[in-house]
């Protein structure tokens, strides 16, 4: 796919004219979602051409069977894989007796997708020429409910040049196959499939996992707006339910069904509820009209964007960008269900199959607290603390004890899905983020009552863990992790990785500290959760001995930490000596190759730095960043945020914003020539950080937020707002700083360069 | 299995009772080859209960797919796979019209194995009841002919306590499937089937590879030893093909076929030939009576017998277990084809797939080198010269240039099949290896002619490689190799193996010194090599340069080297103070902890001290070994061999002989409780290692043998002798040293104490 193959709009994203070898990609640019299910954008009629289908229902996955080469000890049995579930949106169209399919037709024109990002509809419209001069226009458009979870909503149209015969179809069909299937299993049984007079029904059930879902719709027509009163004929066949309705349509009138679908699944309702649940939805939104339905959706949209959006007035490319970013990740997760969490292609696409990565804990949090009510986040965390015991027995497969917990690399249900070894068990960082993010919630939010409630337990399980895993070495006379991989996924087995070192050492004393808090301010929720977790007074002092002799690499020549032991005996040839034609190196050289090379897939010590800002002083900071940044290839889509924020920080706007652009357009602009497989979901919270964090230099400490403007030269003079809950910020370019306070009802009072003002709605602020 | 099972005989290998759940295993311990195929002792009649079927031509594989979870850059598309081919054993068995199968009988009795090592022959008895007080009694002989490489052997008697009707059916079968297949591929396509008179040919072809294997079986039908003048029927299906005899059996009378099977391939035939070529086998055997083909085996066997056996009498256990390891060599590989090698389960099963390992060049080549014509060594390392293009290849799709040559890990015709990335990638010390056996036929053999003929080529391209792999660092201003695994295991992806760093250092230095020795002895020769190898004389200053500043880790507190780098951060506790439950830890622990213990799956340190150990002093060695030893648990077959050596260096006698007793019975004793799934044979010649190299002291330079004995204590007072080649030496325990001088016609001087000696035949020598 070409790079700005989608022209540049300050709400919305378009595709102009046909071109079938962009249909994989546009389907991933253009997916819907609500946070409960999702749609890649395929097309409604039949479609002949390539083509990745994909619906999506939120926490419905199937545990495939592992695919390893070479089996290690601990490896799991399976990967929890998001599922394509039967397609609701499927219309077939036959014009005059001939199946419609755009792969098939003379010519088309005026082709055009439209993804209004302002109410979240999704367009599509073309001219297709057919046989003897006919000419027939589609006009679809779509959107997922935001207000009602389990409603797809369609208004499918169509007009020809001529008098024509019309058989539309609207239909539920469970005929589907997912694409990354290790083994080519059958991943649904159906047990019904159902169809009467405008409507069908499907009932499925996942093979292993036993997750029913319903798969529903209901359908209307109309010519020029007027409901037609045929019923239509009720079809079905083994897998698949719809309803024909034959019509003539004189030149120049428009045919529209209305088709109302979506999933209904037993994570919500009890089986035996499924088909009457799918019904009452059905009949509720029968009682609106397509407009009705869609001014709710822009309704909800507007409340959205109004805690979430952020203009960059003037630049539009970065605004376009942006905005893109904060609807996806909005149409991703809703943070209504502490069962569900953020994949990483989120609704849009099958790979990575499990839902969860430490992705959501090290960069999406920040962008659910700062834009949603806090119990969103704090439903995030809720994720973590229900899947704890999960996380014991996961650390108990791999020879620890006590309790000690290891949370999974990759995960749906709270097992570990993933099977490398050099990943699922030594990329063990990511208990910490689990445990950075209770602390992050707690400063963002001031509430206290986490910690005691569910988040203690999680610290204690983590910290156990890394009392275990770290070792003394005799050699160092200090205690030592040897055999993990860090961040930087460019280095396997390295010992004593300065980020989980350090990070490790932070959740032991992070841990101790909150029992220490507790033991004042909650002594009978500290002996509860004592009891609990069987926790022993003991493993306060080791874990303050590991903590404090923990062994933190550095080089004292340079004055920098070390990535690694051993960091400094490989040749350290800058990034931008590299030879241009081997980037991406993982494109281009083999796995040893890269690993003993330094370059850096991902910040790692840069990311410690970032987590743990006030721990390291500017100077401190601008040698690392100076140090590391030049050998990192940010050949991951979580890398660039964490470098612009640092850069910020240290006054390289422009670097700053040369990052920011990387991060915010990747799927957009499609560098990594991967789209089509579907977004990368996470890494767009880390563009939300590195605007919000980076160049409005936003911290937040015990519920107040501070902000310190680092702008990018290329936004001079431009009027930049960030929206916070419900509350707008503006900054202009300049140097100054302010301060806000925001309660949990959105009261907010603001300090302006040192000076307190009344602050509510939509003030502009110059600095 | 239960250990022990097989009772000890000094010539013999005995299985008595019928034990269904032994029966896997059994057809692996009484598997025959013949260098050019193998079969598992499986049975002729047909068998409905567990079993594990293999016929194997050697040379013949498939390329599997590869099976992979997560792909990496480098990776080989396809393993080559050993095949189960036709099957030429098969002989169907009816009692008066009713199928025989031992599993269905109603009684088994007298059920023996036996495995002739003496003459190879393997003979399977049994008494079977049936209905109606009916007991038939089978005597199966068979063996696969030294002298005919295409022909195997089988007579297969019958008689019954009654009398009985008998339909005996020898076939051929192309209806069979291999266990060890990653997406259940169809292996073989069927050219032809065909049956006649007595006669039976089935020609398929693998599929990718397209070999064109020809099974073959012609028969003769005898009635107490007269044979029957009956023609058979012959009958074919789409896969198999036969006789069938019919007869009545008086009650007494003994009725025997004689099957004359086997393989010719297009490996070493025209396709269109092969047919002919197996008419041709059979016509000539038909010729012999079947102890005729007996008699003719028998010597065949006395025959390398005389150069390859080894006496301990009074030993009954050790010297059981020695010829089984040394049968089971002779039967992998005989040495004349080139095109072969020593895979690691030889024709006994399908595991390890690929052929051949560096377990070729570090544990085999001595075996063959000291019992075989020194032609066969050579071929060993022709193998390897003729697939250097390849290991050239392998080095450039790594990103190595210039004619660096990197070995693969795993091979069959020279293209790497495996597909692990700390093994395939980084396990890279089987380059020097290859060189190191090219430096121990020389001092072996004192043939000067194979360097300049072959040998230097692939020594400048493994130290190419050398020069190009390690890596200069600053940090420790000397050369680095980062990101290996040693010959370690459980270590993957560490810097600085000593083993590796070393030998690598000792290539570079090698082959300068070749290069340098051939500039006087034969610059013709050299100028050629260096015009076809485009050598350029700066290349040997800069492996002098990377020699001469490798960095080979040391601790000089313990004044041991270092395994790796950082090893001592460990957490140092001996094998002995782990929990014996725990053992072996590759069944027990998950891999990173594996890999973030101390534990040594195979000698690592020590391996090198072993190759290279005139470069040592015995106290280096002994501090070394009492440093190491402790830590390793020999989980792989090819560890204790190498203690055992480097223990009766050290006159730890007794210690040297508990190794050999583990590496020597691991299959007669399923150590590992894995034995079904075939033997390890190269494991086989390390355990020959043991007592030549340990026990007898045996050292070779410039041709020159000599013999330091280092008896252990159990051994006091026996005889103790050692075959090579033409020659017998023994030993009495006793302190002491011979040398003596082989030349290629074998002829013998000796030098006992200091004392020259004639030598000829079967002298003892009395120390």
Redesign the interface.
Known sequence: MKLEHYPHHPWKIIEEGWNPENVKASESIFSLGNGAMGQRANFEENYSGSTFQGSYVGGVYYPDK?????W???YPEYFAKVLNAPNWIGIDLKINGESFDLNTAKAVKDYRRELNMENGLYTRSFTAELANGLEININSQRFLSLARPALGVIQYSISANQSITVEVSPYVDAGITNQDSNWDDQFWAIDAVEAQAAQAYIEAQTLKTAFSVGTFMGSRLFEENEELSVAGNPFKTSKKAGTIYQHVLAAGKTLSVVKLGGYVSSRKHEKAQLKSTAEGVIAEAKSYSFSDLLAEQTQAWATIWKSADITIEGDIKAQQAIRFNIFQLNQTYSGEDAGLNIGPKGFTGEKYGGSTYWDTEAYCIPFYMATKNQKVARNLLTYRYLQLDRAIENAE???FTNGAALYPMVTMNGEECH????IT??EIHRNSAIAFAIFNYTRYTNDLSYIPEMGLEVLIGISRFWAQRA??????NQY?I??VTGPNEYE????NNWYTNYSAQWCLRYTAQQIEALSITAPDELARIEAKTKFKKEELSRWKTTADQMYLPEDSTLNVVLQQ??F?????VKVEDLNPAERPI????????I??SPYIKQADVLQGMYFFEDHFDLDTLRRNFDFYEPFTVHESSLSPCVHAIIASKLNKNDQAYAFYLRTSRLDLDDYNAEVEEGLHITSMAGTWMSIVEGFAGMRVKEGQLSFQPNLPEAWEGLRFKINFRDTIYALHLGQGSFSCTVDKEGESSVIVNGKKQPFTGSLELKL
């Open positions: 592992t695919k390893v080469g070479w290690k000890n601990g497969k791999l020879g099977n490398e070894w050099e068990f030594e070792s003394f070495s005799a050699a160092k030592v040897l055999g396997n087995n390295v010992n032991d051993g400094l005996d490989k040749e350290m993982n494109q281009h050289w083999s796995w040893d190759r690993l003993r």
